[in-house]
């Protein structure tokens, strides 16, 4: 059974940066997508970025260039570097993995995580 534990969240004025960490566990054997989504109140969960297996990443077009996905995989942790944040990155920001490829639906993903707020003002 998978779980997935983020961390990180917070608080940060405009412009600023923040790194979210995912830590996986529990992963059989196959190929994992693990995304990030992030929803506010009232909103559809938003797809931010995903990547399989470490070979192929994509983001959305409103984090491209600020945003960046990484990995260390000694501990079975992504990262999401937050840089140059908006007041409309305020978001629940959720880390999600499925088994096979990559998608843009959160409906796709069977394991979710706790999600992480993160404000900025």
């Known amino acids: 059974h998978v779980q997935l534990v983020e961390s990180g969240g917070g608080s940060v004025q405009a412009g600023g940066s923040m790194r979210l960490s995912c830590v996986a566990s529990g992963y059989s054997g196959g190929s994992y997508c693990t995304a990030w989504f992030r929803q506010v109140p009232g909103k559809e969960r938003e797809w931010v970025v995903s990547?399989?297996?470490?070979?192929?990443?994509v983001y959305a077009d409103s984090v491209k260039g600020r945003f960046t996905v990484s990995r260390d995989n000694a501990k079975n942790t992504l990262y999401l570097q937050m840089n140059s944040l908006k007041p409309e990155d305020t978001a629940m920001c959720y880390c999600a993995t499925r088994n096979g490829l990559c998608n843009v639906l959160a409906s796709a993903y069977n394991y979710w995580g706790q999600g992480t707020q993160v404000t900025v003002s």
């Open positions: 990547t399989y297996t470490g070979l192929k990443t």
